[in-house]
């Protein structure tokens, strides 16, 4: 028994003092508690997150008030319509509003007169079939019978809802390209602790060659952990019975706002590297952020679904930047012009977070 | 000649400073030892003439040239052996030695010419293909002194390069200690051990708190100390004149 009690007593004073590791079983989870509770509150509390916007575009305008009065409510709120189709589209591809209800001239009168609804692909599947039942009582007051409706996803290369892998994929792709703070702060520690970086910089390597040095690998890591999730969404989950994940078009603009992420993930690293004393601080600090960043992006959660005010608050995470980027090119089929600004982002921050580096390398020099 | 004169450094948050206008003399082609307890300033001195920190006052220079002027001018007169063994654990021997090569410009038939030379001296060779982190203490601490001669360095600072291997690997490391001041080089010294201060440095400092204590040859101190000292002379060591110095008190 005294054994036992004297091994409880080392295990008891060893825990009380790995204060990283009580912060992370501590804090984490309140810091979760706090996030998640906080951008999930819409939906708990009446079955719908924010109100999604939508318009009713219709040769007759009374109608089409008259629709849009008859669908509001219950988590839709009606916004000004669109001047044309063509604008819808493209208002729609932007997210804003996110559905457009196009009514065909002759609607009362013409039995086989077909609605189209134009949907957001950032949508979830559940959130357009709610919009479609809404859109089916009101027309009902209107016709005796519920008229045929056509489903155009903006930019959707399927066409249809998106999929839950076409969802999925981004999100997931850009939390595992942050968690490249993890190898990066554990091996400048380990060569800040063995001498090696002091060895180095007596040699005359300048530091941020050194930590220009690590970005080349690194940047290639992230890449081919981008190509390797975007195959798995390819190829696994259909295999597995999901969706496959439908690839865009452009390339280029995909591999940009990769590119982007990766440099604003590794400047991130390089930071918490340089600022950590020890490898458990740099776990706590750089584990621990990147969760509750990503929490805060819309990576865990949607943001459409958070409060307006916890959205304003989400619009801070890197990762909800890099969230619009992908979006933009997977879900949204977009141009160079719908990547620009979150790539623009992603890349001062990548530069803040490396200049933030030397810095604190440089102040540390001089003692 | 490496002159440091008057060099104080305090760390960041530090209550006090490390080294308070410490100043010595290292003569060109000699071993200068430097001693001094734990905490004396001994690794952070050598940190300032590594060029990893910067001394908030004082000047250092070889032959006259400010010191940060000649390693930018010749990046590679100064060699630093570090106390840990600073190397990738992860990779070979031969590895680490094209590394450490490369980042300081070496390449192609001259890298292979160096590494061959290093390896050789350190006597590594039939270790070259093995992962660092697999050698033993004293094949370590012979990679970690090879890395340090890559560049030919003219200055050479090594930070207690004998710590924690068998007598054999240290009476080999002395050795090439002594075959390597014998070439022409400057080599500042550190170290616990008494009695490889005593064997192999033409000079040496005593320093505690950051200051010099004694400096001159090690017949020098014993003799200017004869009369502080309480011993007999024929039996008077450089230990004891250390401990008197420092005192006999613990350090942190």
Same mark, same amino acid.
């Given at each position: 028994?005294?054994?036992?009690?004297?091994?409880?007593?080392?295990?008891?004073?060893?825990?009380?003092?790995?204060?990283?590791?009580? /912060?992370?079983?501590?804090?984490?989870?309140?810091?979760?508690?706090?996030?998640?509770?906080?951008?999930?509150?819409?939906?708990?509390?009446?079955?719908? !997150?924010?109100?999604?916007?939508?318009?009713?575009?219709? /040769?007759?305008?009374? &109608?089409?008030?008259?629709?849009?009065?008859?669908? &509001?409510?219950? !988590?839709?709120?009606?916004?000004?319509?669109?001047?044309?189709?063509?604008?819808?589209?493209?208002?729609?591809?932007?997210?804003?509003?996110?559905?457009?209800?196009?009514?065909?001239?002759?609607?009362?009168?013409?039995?086989?007169?077909?609605?189209?609804?134009?949907?957001?692909?950032?949508?979830?599947?559940?959130?357009?079939?709610?919009?479609?039942?809404?859109?089916?009582?009101?027309?009902?007051?209107?016709?005796?019978?519920?008229?045929?409706?056509?489903?155009?996803?903006?930019?959707?290369?399927?066409?249809?809802?998106?999929?839950?892998?076409?969802?999925?994929?981004?999100?997931?792709?850009?939390?595992?390209?942050?968690?490249?703070?993890?190898?990066?702060?554990?091996?400048?520690?380990?060569?800040?602790?063995?001498?090696?970086?002091?060895?180095?910089?007596?040699?005359?390597?300048?530091?941020?060659?050194?930590?220009?040095?690590?970005?080349?690998?690194?940047?290639?890591?992230?890449?081919?952990?981008?190509?390797?999730?975007?195959?798995?969404?390819?190829?696994?989950?259909?295999?597995?019975?999901?969706?496959?994940?439908?690839?865009?078009?452009?390339?280029?603009?995909?591999?940009?706002?990769?590119?982007?992420?990766?440099?604003?993930?590794?400047?991130?690293?390089?930071?918490?590297?340089?600022?950590?004393?020890?490898?458990?601080?740099?776990?706590?600090?750089?584990?621990?952020?990147?969760?509750? &960043? /990503?929490?805060?992006?819309?990576?865990?959660?949607?943001?459409?679904?958070?409060?307006?005010?916890?959205?304003?608050?989400?619009?801070?995470?890197?990762?909800?930047?890099?969230?619009?980027?992908?979006?933009?090119?997977?879900?949204?089929? !977009?141009?160079?012009?719908?990547?620009?600004?979150?790539?623009?982002?992603?890349?001062?921050?990548?530069?803040?977070?490396?200049?933030?580096?030397?810095?604190?390398?440089?102040?540390?020099?001089?003692? | 000649?490496?002159?440091?004169?008057?060099?104080?450094?305090?760390?960041?948050?530090?209550?006090?400073?490390?080294?308070?206008?410490?100043?010595?003399?290292?003569?060109?082609?000699?071993?200068?030892?430097?001693?001094?307890?734990?905490?004396?300033?001994?690794?952070?001195?050598?940190?300032?003439?590594?060029?990893?920190?910067?001394?908030?006052?004082?000047?250092?220079?070889?032959?006259?040239?400010?010191?940060?002027?000649?390693?930018?001018?010749?990046?590679?007169?100064?060699?630093?052996?570090?106390?840990?063994?600073?190397?990738?654990?992860?990779?070979?021997?031969?590895?680490?030695?094209?590394?450490?090569?490369?980042?300081?410009?070496?390449?192609?038939?001259?890298?292979?010419?160096?590494?061959?030379?290093?390896?050789?001296? *350190?006597?590594?060779?039939?270790?070259?293909?093995?992962?660092?982190?697999?050698?033993?203490?004293?094949?370590?601490?012979?990679?970690?002194?090879?890395?340090?001669?890559?560049?030919?360095?003219?200055?050479?600072?090594?930070?207690?390069?004998?710590?924690?291997?068998?007598?054999?690997?240290?009476?080999?490391?002395?050795?090439?200690?002594?075959?390597?001041?014998?070439?022409?080089?400057?080599?500042?010294?550190?170290?616990?051990?008494?009695?490889?201060?005593? *064997?192999?440095?033409?000079?040496?400092?005593?320093?505690?708190?950051?200051?010099?204590?004694?400096?001159?040859?090690?017949?020098?101190?014993?003799?200017?100390?004869?009369?502080?000292?309480?011993?007999?002379?024929?039996?008077?060591?450089?230990?004891?004149?250390?401990?008197?110095?420092?005192?006999?008190?613990?350090?942190?």
């Amino acid at each position: 028994m005294r054994t036992l009690l004297a091994l409880w007593t080392k295990e008891w004073l060893a825990l009380s003092r790995d204060v990283h590791g009580l /912060a992370v079983l501590f804090l984490m989870p309140a810091a979760f508690i706090v996030i998640m509770s906080l951008a999930l509150s819409d939906v708990f509390r009446d079955g719908s !997150g924010r109100p999604v916007d939508f318009a009713v575009l219709a /040769a007759d305008a009374n &109608a089409a008030a008259y629709l849009a009065d008859g669908i &509001a409510g219950e !988590g839709f709120r009606a916004t000004p319509a669109p001047a044309s189709e063509a604008a819808a589209r493209d208002q729609v591809r932007k997210g804003n509003p996110a559905l457009v209800l196009i009514v065909p001239a002759g609607f009362g009168a013409d039995p086989s007169a077909t609605l189209k609804l134009l949907a957001d692909p950032t949508l979830l599947p559940i959130q357009i079939a709610a919009f479609l039942q809404r859109v089916q009582g009101a027309t009902l007051a209107v016709k005796s019978s519920s008229p045929p409706l056509s489903l155009e996803v903006v930019g959707n290369p399927r066409g249809g809802r998106p999929s839950s892998v076409q969802q999925n994929v981004p999100a997931w792709l850009i939390f595992g390209m942050f968690l490249v703070v993890m190898p990066i702060s554990a091996l400048f520690i380990a060569e800040r602790r063995d001498g090696t970086l002091a060895r180095l910089v007596s040699q005359r390597v300048p530091f941020s060659m050194l930590l220009l040095g690590k970005v080349g690998p690194l940047f290639v890591i992230n890449l081919v952990q981008a190509a390797l999730m975007l195959a798995a969404g390819r190829t696994l989950v259909p295999w597995l019975g999901g969706e496959s994940l439908a690839l865009p078009a452009r390339w280029d603009l995909l591999a940009a706002v990769a590119a982007s992420t990766s440099l604003a993930a590794i400047g991130w690293g390089l930071l918490v590297a340089v600022a950590s004393r020890t490898i458990e601080q740099a776990t706590v600090v750089g584990g621990v952020g990147t969760i509750l &960043a /990503a929490a805060l992006g819309g990576i865990m959660v949607p943001r459409f679904v958070m409060p307006e005010s916890m959205q304003a608050w989400a619009g801070l995470s890197p990762m909800a930047w890099a969230l619009d980027g992908f979006h933009a090119v997977i879900l949204r089929q !977009g141009s160079a012009a719908d990547i620009a600004l979150p790539c623009l982002k992603l890349l001062v921050l990548a530069a803040a977070l490396l200049a933030a580096a030397l810095w604190l390398h440089h102040s540390r020099r001089a003692g | 000649m490496l002159s440091v004169d008057g060099v104080s450094f305090r760390y960041a948050g530090g209550e006090e400073p490390v080294l308070r206008q410490l100043s010595i003399s290292v003569p060109a082609g000699g071993i200068f030892g430097l001693l001094g307890p734990n905490g004396a300033g001994k690794t952070t001195l050598i940190s300032i003439l590594a060029g990893q920190l910067r001394a908030a006052s004082g000047r250092i220079t070889v032959d006259g040239t400010p010191l940060e002027e000649l390693r930018r001018r010749e990046p590679a007169s100064l060699g630093l052996v570090p106390q840990e063994f600073a190397f990738y654990p992860m990779l070979t021997c031969v590895e680490n030695l094209r590394f450490f090569g490369g980042v300081q410009g070496l390449g192609g038939a001259r890298l292979r010419e160096r590494v061959d030379s290093v390896a050789n001296f *350190a006597r590594i060779v039939s270790v070259m293909p093995r992962r660092a982190g697999e050698l033993s203490g004293g094949l370590r601490r012979r990679l970690n002194l090879a890395i340090g001669l890559l560049t030919e360095p003219r200055i050479l600072l090594l930070d207690e390069p004998t710590v924690g291997v068998d007598p054999q690997s240290r009476s080999f490391l002395l050795d090439s200690i002594r075959a390597l001041a014998g070439e022409g080089r400057t080599i500042l010294y550190t170290s616990h051990y008494m009695e490889e201060v005593e *064997a192999i440095c033409d000079r040496v400092a005593i320093i505690d708190a950051g200051r010099v204590l004694r400096e001159g040859t090690l017949a020098e101190l014993l003799r200017d100390d004869a009369a502080v000292v309480p011993v007999r002379h024929d039996n008077r060591s450089l230990e004891q004149l250390f401990m008197h110095l420092t005192s006999r008190s613990l350090r942190d």
